[in-house]
């Protein structure tokens, strides 16, 4: 509604050096609008900053030299604040470590034995390293002599509730330790006080794209040197400090600087959709802070094409694109939430978007531990696949559980997550109201008849993401080029579906898994993809 932002007179970006597409795409905006608004201040901050290559983006001329104002001939200055921290001792290994996850949890317990007072902080890149190690510890601590300090393993990481996260926050009890096993999370975003040990994987798990295939995965890479400096940094916030690497000084020296820019590892086809909605149509002569490869750009144009938000001039459709660009979900389930009605199913995709946008698993392993979890998954399984799955257990959390906590505790829920999934719903659903679209929420799936509507309106959306079960029970794109594997936590898992469309990808050591997975027909991926696929003449 104010596209030069006249409410302010200061914009503050922190975090710059994360160099998340968000924040590129933000400086670029920010710079054009700076054209119109010489007054405008911006205040780029950053503990690791490269400081000089963000000067000079805003000192050079613009492109489109008809938003030059002449009288700005004045660019900005580089403050360096000198914050205070306690000074750090850095330790490598001699050799590299075989399995990185065993070798910082006795690191741990080598911390514990033999290092004076101070909370541990490990860094490992996700869930199912974390949670292997928090059980490890625990296990292991049980060994600890009575009377001894104890340990009380802590795991931080996105996909926990609020409530969760915010432990690792409290004081321990007394004569115990605290060690904290977070993702990268910890690196910038919080500051926990009492840590004096900090525990570097030395890598992260970081979203990368692949063109040729079209599938975006969390891979884990080695961790830039810039983020091996912000870990080491936690260790000295309240007092000096010791870092341990689990990688040799050598391994150091071969790190990148910083990690490679999101802008030029990611599916730009959301970014486009935005920039297009804010009235740039030439995106390819934005101006990036550092400009993403042409092949990215031109996969995300023919995907938004393919999905209909472009026509045949790369412009903005009317009204699908539009109204693809304002629904705060990624293209492909903003075509299939838009596609809902005329497959008569708005009710049950807009479940299903809601669900599938929480970012974490709806399922909390409780001291029953994983059989108990699996059993009561089972409650609520379709033999369609996890869309499906994700529907019956909305269904029945709105009907038995909304008000009950008790009902998610039994049936091994986040009770949290899905409160959240009825806000997020009911924030699609106005969407879709202002739309015109009408939704009729009377209706619930039948397993005959609405279920394959929703599967045909999943595939109008998701045709992209298709796979074709291969005789050994693994997947491969349509391509043919990415074997790709049912994650454990789907329910495709070990079951037969000859063609899939998927929603999430994830890398772990060498195998690429698909989660949310639905059992589709192939001729539907021929009916709803614009073309996108066509079969070969034999």
């Known amino acids: 509604m104010d596209p030069l932002l006249s409410r302010y007179s200061v914009i503050m970006v922190d975090e710059a050096h994360e160099r998340s597409i968000s924040t590129d795409i933000l400086l670029g905006l920010l ?4 054209r119109r608004r010489p007054e405008l201040r911006i205040i780029i901050s950053s503990a690791t900053l ?94 600890i002599q009575s009377g001894a300090q104890s340990l009380l393993p802590l795991p931080l990481y996105a996909g926990l509730t609020t409530e969760q996260q915010m432990y690792v926050f409290d004081a321990p009890p007394e004569n115990t330790r605290k060690v904290i096993l977070s993702t990268n999370i910890a690196e910038a975003s919080v500051t926990i006080d009492g840590i004096v040990y900090v525990i570097d ?36 916030r309240t007092k000096p400090g010791k ?18 820019p999101e802008i030029q590892r990611s599916n730009l086809a959301p970014f486009i959709l935005q920039l297009k909605a804010l009235g740039i149509d030439n995106v390819v002569r934005f101006e990036y802070l550092t400009p993403p490869p042409a092949e990215l750009m031109v996969k995300a144009m023919e995907l938004l094409y393919a999905l209909g938000a472009l026509d045949e001039y790369s412009k903005l459709t009317r009204p699908l694109g539009m109204r693809m660009a304002e629904l705060a979900v990624e293209p492909m389930m903003a075509k299939t939430l838009l596609s809902a009605s005329s497959f008569d199913c708005v009710s049950e995709i807009l479940t299903i978007a809601a669900m599938t946008s929480l970012g974490g698993t709806i399922w909390i392993q409780s001291d029953g531990g994983k059989k108990q979890m699996e059993s009561a998954r089972r409650k609520f399984a379709a033999e369609e696949g996890d869309h499906l799955t994700l529907l019956n257990v909305y269904q029945a959390f709105v009907t038995k559980g909304k008000k009950e906590a008790r009902f998610c505790h039994e049936n091994n829920i986040n009770f949290k997550a899905l409160t959240r999934a009825v806000s997020i719903r009911g924030q699609l659903k106005r969407y879709l109201e202002r739309f015109g679209i009408s939704i009729d929420e009377s209706l619930a799936v039948s397993r005959e008849g609405r279920a394959e509507q929703v599967r045909r309106c999943l595939t109008a959306g998701y045709f992209a993401h298709a796979a074709r079960m291969q005789p050994d029970g693994s997947y491969r794109n349509i391509e043919g080029g990415t074997v790709l594997y049912a994650h454990p936590s789907s329910l495709m898992f070990n079951r037969k579906a000859e063609w899939v469309i998927f929603h999430g990808v994830m890398e772990t050591g060498n195998k690429t898994f698909i989660r949310d997975i639905t059992k589709i027909e192939k001729a539907w991926l021929l009916d709803y993809s614009s073309g996108f696929y066509q079969t070969k003449p034999r």
């Open 31 to 34: 710079k054009k609008i700076r």
């Open 50 to 143: 490269q400081a000089e290559e963000f000067l000079k983006f805003f000192s050079e001329p613009p492109r489109d030299q008809e938003l030059v104002d002449s009288s700005d001939n004045q660019t900005g200055a580089i403050i360096s604040l000198k914050g205070r921290t306690y000074p750090v001792d850095v330790l490598y290994l001699e050799c590299p470590a075989e399995d990185y996850v065993e070798k910082a949890v006795s690191t741990v317990f080598e911390i514990h034995n033999s290092e004076p007072a101070g909370d541990i902080l490990v860094f490992l890149t996700g869930r199912e390293e974390i949670d292997t190690a928090v059980q490890s510890i625990a296990e292991r601590s049980i060994d």
């Open 201 to 236: 994987s030395g890598f992260v798990k970081l979203r990368t794209f692949d063109p040729r295939t079209g599938i975006e995965s969390l891979t884990v890479t080695p961790v830039s040197k810039a983020s091996a400096a912000q870990r080491t940094g936690r260790a000295g």
């Open 243 to 260: 870092c341990f690497r689990l990688f040799t000084e050598e391994a150091y020296r071969y790190l990148p600087d910083t990690n490679v």
